[in-house]
């Protein structure tokens, strides 16, 4: 069978993101490790947005 996986410009930069990790392979890409890139992620970008305020 052939299957066709359609994505938008998020999947490239996730692509961007992870490349130079061993996410870079999309073999190593498991549901829970994408989850923990992008949680870790987001916590990053919200704690960076807090420290402005302070």
Known sequence: MDYQVRCGPSTGAF???VAGTELESWHARTV??????LMEGAAAHITARLATFG
């Open 15 to 17: 692509d961007q993101a």
């Open 32 to 37: 829970e490790a994408v989850a923990d890139v």
